[in-house]
C-alpha cells in the first residue's frame, strides 16, 4: 500500500537559496517557498513578488502527513493500494503570505497576483476522503495552526543560534 503525499511543510525543511532570484525557478518546490517566506519573515527581511500570489496548492503539515503514514503502515487488510494524505484543501501563496504578516506583525512578504512561470501544473489538492473513511486519517493542523507553530520553531531555533 502507498501513502501519496502533497507538499509537505514543517519542521527541519529549512531552503537557504544562493539568492532570491532562485526561489521560484525550478527545481524549487511550493513548499521551499513557504519556508522561506516563514524564515525571512521570522529575520524581519523583506520579501516581495511581482507575482505568483494566485498559485493555489494543498499544503500538508509534517505532523498530519506523519500521522497519515502511521495509519496506513498499521492498517492490516486495505481495501485500497493507495491513500491521499493531505490536508485536502488548496491555499494560495498570497494567502499564506497573508497568515505570515498577520501572526509576526509585520509585512515582510508581499506576492502579487498571479501564476508562477515554470513549476509544472499540479492538481490544486488531493481527495484525502478514501483515507479519513478507510483509516480514520484526519489532518488535525489548519494551515494557520501548522504556520504559526513553524514560525516559532524557526524563531526560536534563531534566537538559540540553530539557524
Known amino acids: 500500500m502507498a501513502a501519496r503525499l502533497y507538499f509537505i511543510y514543517g519542521q527541519n525543511r529549512l531552503y537557504n537559496p544562493r539568492s532570491l532570484n532562485e526561489l ?17 519573515s521570522v529575520k524581519g527581511e523583506v520579501l516581495h513578488f511581482a507575482k505568483g500570489g494566485d498559485l493555489k496548492l494543498d499544503f500538508t503539515y509534517v505532523k498530519d502527513a506523519a500521522h497519515g503514514v502511521l495509519l496506513a503502515y498499521y492498517t492490516k487488510k486495505p481495501l485500497h493500494m493507495a491513500y491521499n494524505i ?8 498570497k494567502e499564506i503570505a497573508n497568515i505570515i504578516n498577520e501572526y509576526s506583525g509585520k509585512n515582510c512578504v508581499n506576492i502579487g497576483p498571479g501564476i508562477v512561470e515554470g513549476w509544472p501544473p499540479r492538481p490544486k489538492y488531493l481527495d484525502n476522503t478514501l483515507a479519513k473513511k478507510e483509516l480514520g486519517y484526519s489532518p488535525k493542523y ?13 524563531k526560536d531555533d534563531i534566537s538559540s543560534n540553530k539557524l
Open 86 to 93: 493531505s490536508s485536502g484543501k488548496p491555499h494560495s501563496l
Open 142 to 154: 489548519t494551515i494557520d495552526k501548522g504556520l504559526i507553530e513553524l514560525y516559532q520553531t524557526v
Open 24 to 40: 521560484f525557478d525550478p527545481p524549487i518546490t511550493p513548499t521551499d517557498v513557504l519556508t522561506m517566506f516563514v524564515q525571512k
